[in-house]
């Protein structure tokens, strides 16, 4: 019989949808037609496969020639089924056997003299064919990637002849292995020179896994403190660095695998579309906010963003997920982010400052902050004022603050707490757990209930300033949330929308 099913995988967003080759030889005039929704790259795999068949010297059939990609409802782009389609059809010419095809699954694009070309989205189609019980074939400049599934068997060849030599039994293709990871912690907090309250704020925020808004003039630091934040941040666990790699995999953008274990950090330029930020394209592609998955995403100059860039985040804060549907698919991104922002306090960025150079009209300070939403600026846990600093505090031969591995091993270990209490950092907190978990006694509830009444707050902003309460606490050790806790917590809402009323 002419005909031969070779495995192979698609992408879809972050997943690997099986795909099943089906190649038949049948009579006639001889032509090659490649079927099942195939995009322009797909369809021109005939010509570089018959290349790379011949360039292999082996027999391309003068047959009909029909390659079915199933199922016919999955779109299929890129060059990853090259290789299954000419493993295809020199099965379905008796060229190798097709009794050893289904112990494997297929990816790489073929150049014409039949070399095997690394393709996108790898990881994901190796963690679904452990699942499959399946070994991978695949490209030598994949290999590294692929080997990050530990559960795979992944093997890598140069060229289709090396593929064919080893399902017929003559070669052995080597194992994939994976580099030894990096571990970067990037710049130290250590260059940071006083801003000991927003030092704290960072802290805090890195502990909990809390939005953070830094607010000051010019030079006063908030870049420099937000590029702090990774090297805060405990590394990544081995199932969380698996997910940021498949959404690295699957962008287009390249993975590095030595370095997989380190906590993404982004920090797109404001003139980024709604698009670049959530993802899009007519054949989907994740964006920032899913680039920064367990990591953290800066966006600086938070007024000067497009308005309807910065209101595509509302949702992600809150789900963790972006779905992007397109009229022909619909694919879902994690985006399980922590969103560090700066901005300037005034159109000139000079109000509040001693020196008094500030000549902003009170109505141009408030349409200059209601470029940011209230409802973005709800679900921001911690805004904080970043001063300018005296000139004494610049001195080189100024006392440094503590350096990034000293509050790292904290933030680890408060991390590990709210860990072996509910499985989760005190930012993603469902309303039952944080009944459980940030109870208040009868003062600090009156307290809370009057801060919110002066400062003009939603429930959402109660619940954050709760949430924050509960890792001020997990801080200190302390298993219950104390007036001190609940009143640093306070603190570091004074700027929202409300107001900065003293609150009694």
Same mark, same amino acid.
């Given at each position: 019989?002419?005909?031969?099913?070779?495995?192979?995988?698609?992408?879809?967003?972050?997943?690997?949808?099986?795909?099943?080759?089906?190649?038949?030889?049948?009579?006639?005039?001889?032509?090659?037609?490649?079927?099942?929704?195939?995009?322009?790259?797909?369809?021109?795999?005939?010509?570089?496969?018959?290349?790379?068949?011949?360039?292999?010297?082996?027999?391309?059939?003068?047959?009909?020639?029909?390659?079915?990609?199933?199922?016919?409802?999955?779109?299929?782009?890129?060059?990853?089924?090259?290789?299954?389609?000419?493993?295809?059809?020199?099965?379905?010419?008796?060229?190798?056997?097709?009794?050893?095809?289904?112990?494997?699954?297929?990816?790489?694009?073929?150049?014409?003299?039949?070399?095997?070309?690394?393709?996108?989205?790898?990881?994901?189609?190796?963690?679904?064919?452990?699942?499959?019980?399946?070994?991978?074939?695949?490209?030598?400049?994949? &290999?590294?990637? *692929?080997? #990050?599934?530990?559960?795979?068997?992944?093997?890598? $060849? =140069?060229?289709? @002849? +090396? /593929?064919? !030599? %080893?399902?017929?039994?003559?070669?052995?293709?080597?194992?994939?292995?994976?580099?030894?990871?990096?571990? &970067?912690?990037? *710049?130290? #907090?250590?260059?940071?020179?006083?801003?000991?309250? $927003? =030092?704290?704020? @960072? +802290? /805090?925020? !890195? %502990?909990?896994?809390?939005?953070?808004?830094?607010?000051?003039?010019?030079?006063?630091?908030?870049?420099?403190?937000?590029?702090?934040?990774?090297?805060?941040?405990?590394?990544?666990?081995?199932?969380?660095?698996?997910?940021?790699?498949?959404? %690295?995999?699957?962008?287009?953008?390249?993975?590095?695998?030595?370095?997989?274990?380190?906590?993404?950090?982004?920090?797109?330029?404001?003139?980024?579309?709604?698009?670049?930020?959530?993802?899009?394209?007519?054949?989907?592609?994740?964006?920032?906010?899913?680039?920064?998955?367990?990591?953290?995403?800066?966006?600086?100059?938070?007024?000067?963003?497009?308005?309807?860039?910065?209101?595509?985040?509302?949702?992600?804060?809150?789900?963790?997920?972006?779905?992007?549907?397109?009229?022909?698919?619909?694919?879902?991104?994690?985006?399980?982010?922590?969103?560090?922002?700066?901005?300037?306090?005034?159109?000139?960025?000079?109000?509040?400052?001693?020196?008094?150079?500030?000549?902003?009209?009170?109505?141009?300070?408030?349409?200059?902050?209601?470029?940011?939403?209230?409802?973005?600026?709800?679900?921001?846990?911690?805004?904080?004022?970043?001063?300018?600093?005296?000139?004494?505090?610049?001195?080189?031969?100024?006392?440094?603050?503590?350096?990034?591995?000293?509050?790292?091993?904290?933030?680890?270990?408060?991390?590990?707490?709210?860990?072996?209490?509910?499985?989760?950092?005190?930012?993603?907190?469902?309303?039952?757990?944080?009944?459980?978990?940030?109870?208040?006694?009868?003062?600090?509830?009156?307290?809370?209930?009057?801060?919110?009444?002066?400062?003009?707050?939603?429930?959402?902003?109660?619940?954050?300033?709760?949430?924050?309460?509960?890792?001020?606490?997990?801080?200190?050790?302390?298993?219950?949330?104390?007036?001190?806790?609940?009143?640093?917590?306070?603190?570091?809402?004074?700027?929202?929308?409300?107001?900065?009323?003293?609150?009694?």
């Amino acid at each position: 019989m002419s005909l031969a099913l070779v495995h192979s995988r698609a992408r879809a967003g972050v997943t690997a949808p099986a795909v099943k080759v089906e190649v038949h030889l049948g009579g006639g005039v001889p032509r090659m037609s490649i079927v099942g929704l195939p995009e322009a790259a797909v369809r021109e795999a005939k010509d570089r496969v018959r290349a790379a068949i011949q360039c292999a010297q082996f027999e391309f059939p003068a047959r009909v020639i029909t390659v079915n990609l199933a199922p016919a409802d999955l779109p299929k782009d890129g060059g990853r089924f090259d290789l299954p389609i000419a493993i295809g059809i020199l099965a379905a010419s008796g060229q190798v056997p097709r009794e050893a095809l289904d112990r494997y699954e297929f990816l790489g694009e073929l150049g014409l003299t039949g070399e095997l070309r690394i393709v996108d989205g790898v990881l994901p189609a190796a963690l679904a064919a452990a699942q499959a019980g399946r070994k991978l074939i695949l490209p030598p400049g994949n &290999g590294p990637e *692929a080997a #990050l599934a530990k559960e795979v068997e992944a093997c890598t $060849a =140069r060229t289709l @002849l +090396e /593929v064919c !030599a %080893a399902l017929n039994g003559a070669k052995t293709l080597p194992a994939a292995v994976a580099p030894a990871t990096r571990r &970067g912690h990037g *710049a130290d #907090l250590q260059d940071v020179r006083g801003q000991a309250h $927003a =030092r704290r704020a @960072l +802290e /805090v925020a !890195a %502990a909990g896994n809390h939005h953070l808004l830094l607010i000051g003039p010019p030079g006063s630091g908030k870049t420099l403190l937000a590029s702090r934040l990774p090297g805060l941040l405990p590394e990544a666990s081995e199932e969380e660095a698996l997910e940021t790699a498949a959404i %690295a995999s699957v962008s287009g953008r390249g993975l590095d695998p030595a370095r997989w274990r380190e906590r993404p950090y982004r920090a797109p330029h404001h003139t980024a579309s709604a698009v670049a930020l959530v993802g899009g394209g007519a054949q989907p592609r994740p964006g920032e906010i899913s680039l920064a998955h367990h990591g953290v995403l800066f966006l600086d100059e938070l007024p000067e963003w497009d308005r309807r860039a910065l209101e595509v985040l509302r949702e992600p804060l809150e789900s963790g997920v972006v779905t992007i549907s397109r009229a022909a698919r619909q694919n879902e991104f994690p985006a399980r982010f922590q969103l560090i922002a700066a901005m300037n306090p005034c159109p000139c960025g000079w109000a509040g400052d001693p020196s008094g150079r500030c000549r902003c009209s009170g109505e141009a300070v408030r349409r200059y902050r209601a470029r940011i939403s209230g409802p973005l600026m709800d679900r921001i846990d911690l805004h904080v004022e970043v001063p300018r600093l005296p000139p004494s505090d610049l001195r080189p031969d100024a006392a440094p603050g503590e350096n990034s591995a000293t509050v790292r091993e904290r933030v680890a270990h408060t991390r590990g707490v709210q860990q072996a209490r509910c499985g989760k950092a005190n930012a993603q907190l469902t309303q039952a757990e944080m009944a459980e978990c940030c109870r208040l006694d009868a003062r600090d509830q009156r307290l809370l209930e009057r801060a919110i009444e002066s400062l003009q707050l939603s429930a959402r902003s109660m619940h954050r300033i709760l949430r924050v309460a509960r890792t001020v606490a997990d801080m200190a050790g302390s298993e219950a949330i104390r007036t001190a806790h609940l009143t640093e917590a306070l603190g570091y809402r004074r700027l929202d929308r409300g107001g900065a009323r003293q609150v009694a």
